[in-house]
């Protein structure tokens, strides 16, 4: 997953970073330090429910991403510091894939429902 500045034109480079999809997870995740130097913003606050049950607070902001070529802005989750950057289900959503877990691959969507 490639990580852009917002608005690009900050002259802030894009963060490559190594993403684990996750399907379980509605947002994507990265840490906090990594957003903020791209120029990402809180806007607001969540509650989520992790895997274990426990219910959490985190900050959203909304960056854009680029995966194999394809772009979205999308939101993001500010991640404690050691938190694994996670593509999650809104973002490959978004930028229309579908995940193949067998072949450890994203595939792009070829027709989407419109009803």
């Known amino acids: 997953m490639r990580l852009l500045p917002w608005q690009s034109r900050n002259g802030k480079k894009p963060l490559e970073v190594k993403a684990l999809v996750d399907c379980g997870s509605f947002y994507s995740w990265a840490p906090a330090s990594a957003l903020r130097k791209l120029g990402v913003k809180p806007r607001e606050t969540v509650e989520g429910e992790l895997a274990n049950g426990t219910v959490i607070t985190k900050e959203v902001g909304q960056i854009e991403v680029e995966v194999q070529g394809k772009r979205t802005i999308t939101w993001i989750i500010f991640g404690d510091e050691g938190t694994e950057p996670l593509l999650g289900a809104l973002t490959l959503e978004e930028l229309g ?19």
Do not use: D, G, H
Request: charge should be positive; aromatic fraction near 10%.
């Open 97 to 115: 894939f579908e995940v193949s877990p067998r072949n450890k691959q994203l595939i792009p969507i070829k027709v989407f429902p419109l009803k």
